[in-house]
């Protein structure tokens, strides 16, 4: 009972005003919490940085005799399943007096506290944060980024109740992340209007620069850490500005309460969409580099068309989800492949890249695709279903199947000229995704057939031969309709064993072409 002394003083501390008010990003108009409602409350400490240990306070509602936590086994997003109770280097239960309560592991990502008579149940544990990944958690002298599944146990059944999270930071240290900033008692906090949201919004911490812009009614930021590579703030944020400028555009986006950049410059890739901010790695030395500033802009665009296709326009299984398992699904080819061909056409549309930059980009994936002899054994659909064995996310396709990325990227590129074509060029791919997403976004998911029924009804024409054949099945994929409707060409060469195919356009394509060039790639 000696820790439990501690800990009710360290919690009292907590509740008192912590370092945590970041003036400079944006959030400085708040909104209290409802008092009426029963929040759950994280308060979460930073202390021992040489331990790279987080702590965390949480209270929660009780009933019943016994009360189920757990911590996920999956970040959406990330087709991965993880363990991340694993990092729990010690948890304690108490009540909301101090005293402490029988608390057992109940194997798998769950403990079981027992709860006879209490009403409000108070767990301290505490968490290694040396994980430098998207969707796990790391603490360093100069930063913390913190990741919703490998960070917030809840309460089994509790998942639909409002909460909020107060940052109880090093001096000095600021922070950012896409949730709302409310009063919260004495301090402020951050609120999340249920545990998916939470769940759906890092947090960064530290020494960090804090970038601000506006687009269509919706404060953006961008967060990263200092120190470990020259930026060109302004840069930075005008070729973002101008990246989103052009994505809401596209999307005819109504205001969000804010959106969120948040950039780790550490020696680790990859990025992850949330619905109100993304949080990607960055090396330092690679972004210091033309193209790899070049890779930053094309995976920051990814992550931002996201916010659209795949966090608001999602597949059925996608959401509300079950954190505890994992769901299978059939379209990540929409959700990841046409977002990159939207995400790369928006920097081409916003004049960030010029025709030569995009056509490269699209060629890299088509040498990818027809190098790959997994393209002629698996289908899109196949590769999207599997992909909690076949891959790392999606990402490193075997011999025997294929990227949803890479194919799904191309089918985007196909199934535009092909509407294009149909309808000659009254109707494009992009008035399809914004009569889906005018349709599935919110609360309603899609299946496979409605994606296809939104496009027939779209373009007026059956669609149902197309999907079967370039969805459905592990066939070779057509290129000459797109190639003849916007006056390209594939230059075919051998390049250390592989097909290295190049998209030009031609040297004398017709007006005709020309305009539908210009129609599909921008003016810019
Ligand atoms: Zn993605």
């Known amino acids: 009972m000696k820790f439990v002394q501690g800990f009710v003083l360290a919690f009292v501390v907590a509740l008192l005003p912590v370092h945590m008010a970041c003036a400079a990003n944006g959030q400085k108009k708040t909104q209290a919490v409802d008092q009426a409602k029963p929040s759950i409350e994280y308060v979460i400490h930073v202390k021992d940085i040489p331990g790279q240990i987080v702590e965390v306070d949480a209270t929660f509602p009780a009933s019943g005799a016994d009360t189920t936590l757990y911590l996920p086994v999956w970040t959406p997003g990330y087709y991965v399943k993880e363990d991340y109770k694993k990092n729990v280097v010690r948890i304690n239960a108490y009540d909301k007096s101090g005293n402490e309560l029988k608390i057992a592991d109940a194997g798998g990502n769950r403990w079981t506290v027992a709860t006879p008579g209490i009403k409000e149940l108070v767990v301290r544990y505490a968490l290694l944060a040396k994980e430098r990944s998207v969707s796990r958690n790391e603490l360093t002298s100069s930063y913390l980024v913190l990741n919703g599944s490998a960070t917030y146990i809840t309460v089994k059944g509790e998942e639909s109740l409002a909460r909020v999270v107060v940052l109880d930071l090093p001096k000095g240290w600021k922070n950012a992340t896409g949730l709302k900033r409310v009063k919260h008692g004495h301090s402020y906090g951050y609120l999340a209007e249920n545990y998916e949201e939470l769940v759906d919004s890092p947090i960064m911490a530290g020494d960090l620069e804090i970038l601000e812009f506006t687009s269509m009614g919706t404060p953006h930021l961008i967060a990263y850490n200092r120190g470990a590579v020259a930026v060109d703030n302004e840069k930075v944020r005008s070729n973002l500005k101008t990246m989103v400028d052009e994505t809401r555009k596209f999307w005819h986006a109504k205001p969000w309460r804010k959106y969120a950049f948040l950039l780790a410059f550490r020696n680790s890739g990859g990025g992850l969409e949330h619905a109100h901010s993304t949080l990607v790695n960055l090396n330092p030395e690679r972004f210091s580099t033309a193209a790899g500033y070049d890779s930053f802009l094309a995976l920051l665009a990814h992550e931002y068309q996201h916010s659209f296709n795949v966090k608001r326009l999602r597949p059925l299984e996608l959401g509300p989800f079950d954190y505890e398992s994992t769901p299978t699904v059939s379209t990540l080819w929409i959700s990841e492949g046409l977002t990159s061909y939207y995400s790369n056409l928006m920097l081409k549309r ?175």
Not at 397 to 407: G, H, N
């Open 350 to 524: 916003s004049g960030l890249i010029g025709t030569d930059g995009y056509l490269d980009m699209l060629s890299k994936q088509i040498s990818a695709l027809q190098n790959s002899p997994g393209r002629l054994k698996q289908s899109l659909a196949q590769s999207s279903l599997g992909v909690w064995s076949n891959s790392n996310s999606g990402i490193g396709a075997s011999d025997q199947t294929v990227s949803y990325y890479i194919k799904g990227e191309v089918a985007g590129f196909l199934l535009d000229a092909h509407i294009r074509k149909l309808t000659d060029g009254a109707v494009s791919l992009d008035d399809v995704m914004r009569a889906a997403y005018a349709k599935y976004s919110g609360d309603k998911g899609f299946r496979p057939e409605d994606f296809t029924a939104v496009a027939e009804s779209v373009t007026g024409h059956p669609l149902k031969d197309w999907f079967d054949k370039v969805v459905e099945s592990p066939v070779e994929v057509d290129y000459s309709e797109a190639l003849g409707w916007y006056g390209l060409d594939l230059q075919k060469a051998e390049e250390k064993g592989k097909q290295k195919l190049t998209l030009y356009v031609l040297k004398n394509p017709s007006q005709k072409q020309s305009a539908q060039r210009l129609d599909w790639l921008g003016r810019k």
